[in-house]
């Protein structure tokens, strides 16, 4: 897989799914008008063989700028989302029970690091990723024939061979669980293969949100929001010439 020519004039994503007693799961993406890529990973080792991590929250901050910057995409880091369950958690301080105590997000933020809050609509979800991960089985695979979702084999944000995102993408099957022993009737629900769930959450929340997202240059995407502020100045100056009249 190789990435577009023009790749680097378009935003970069990262996407998170965090966790309590073990290091998060992070990716980085670049949407292009023809593909979707998964450009790197953290960690770059096999998730599901993680044992415990010691680090704190200040710790995985600096950590995860210090990569975009040593990858050359700091500036381009454009969208930053995190699992919503996990980010709105409370923790609790010395002065603040649990109830008043600082979310995940504002531990984060405080750290340096804004994550907005992913849609977690599981049905649509699904759906973005099998809309990504689709193509024609009859056709030769190739040019015209390719899912939206690439993945790059070298992880190029840490190093190394990627592992988690693909084996995430690769595992994204559905499987039938009979209901509860106490429900009536022989329906099936479906859900996902828990294998490697963690990173396959972030390829879901990536593809979900990139759905409603325009597909623009980091160019274009400034000299939009130059003309939304030209646009806000505007409108507040009428507003003060109004009302001096």
């Known amino acids: 897989i190789r990435l577009p020519d023009d790749w680097e004039e378009y935003p970069v994503w990262c996407v998170m799914d965090p966790h309590h007693a073990r290091a998060p ?20 080792i096999d998730y599901t063989r993680m044992e415990g991590d010691l680090k704190t929250i200040q710790d995985y901050s600096e950590m995860i700028q210090e990569l975009e910057f040593k990858a050359g995409i700091a500036d381009r880091v454009t969208f930053r989302y ?22 995940l997000q504002d531990l984060f933020r405080n750290a340096g690091l804004d994550f907005l809050l992913a849609i977690d609509n599981m049905t649509a979800g699904h759906e973005a990723v099998s809309m990504a991960l689709s193509y024609d089985p009859d056709k030769p695979v190739g040019m015209g024939n390719l899912p939206r979702f690439q993945c790059l084999r070298q992880n190029m944000i840490c190093g190394g061979e990627m592992v988690n995102i ?17 429900q009536q009737g022989i329906n099936l629900k479906t859900i996902v293969s828990q294998e490697y769930k963690d990173f396959a959450d ?30 806000r100045a505007r409108t507040k100056a009428l507003a003060g010439q109004r009302r001096r009249r």
């Open 25 to 44: 799961a992070v990716g980085w993406f670049v949407r292009t008008p023809q593909h979707d890529y998964a450009l790197g990973e953290y960690p770059t």
């Open 82 to 103: 995190a699992d919503p369950n996990s980010m709105k958690f409370r923790y609790a301080t010395r002065t603040e029970d649990a109830q008043d105590g600082l979310t």
């Open 166 to 182: 693909p084996n995430s993408v690769s595992r994204y099957a559905f499987k039938a669980k009979p209901l509860e022993s106490n």
């Open 202 to 231: 972030v390829v879901r929340y990536f593809c979900r949100m990139a759905q409603d997202t325009p597909i623009e240059k980091v160019g274009e995407m400034i000299r939009d929001y130059d003309r939304v502020l030209l646009a």
